[in-house]
């Protein structure tokens, strides 16, 4: 069902503002940024080890993530999770009970599917489902 943990999303007000520490004093890898603007923001992606860092800048306050900076700072936004066949594990997760915010898969940052699961259905853990087709 889940293959690993992708990467860890990371809310943060300015990508260029922080990115010095990600790369210079963690020496880890850019792997890219993009803007994602059906969910309001820039990302920037970093290596580590078999997963990833997601950096997440919103591109505009009505962003999500300007809203998440907003009540609780920067910090630790989201944990995604690497699925296969994501359909099917929504099916799944719902049938345990589990509210999803996303009940089918849209696109994500590089071309994925995602899927999130309802904090409040996960003991205030935001999970994101995340399935990268032919990749």
Known sequence: MIKKIDHIGIAVQSID?????????LGLELLGMEEVASQGVKVAFLQIGESKIELLEPLSSESPVASFISKRGEGIHHVALGVTSI???IH????????????????????????????????????ELCEKRGI
């Open 17 to 25: 503002d922080v990115l010095p520490f990600y790369t210079n004093v």
């Open 87 to 89: 359909e099917e594990r």
């Open 92 to 127: 799944e997760i719902k049938e345990n009970g589990i509210r999803m915010i996303d009940e089918t898969p849209r696109l994500g940052a590089g071309g994925a599917h995602i899927a999130f699961m309802h904090p409040r259905s996960a003991n205030g853990v935001l999970y």
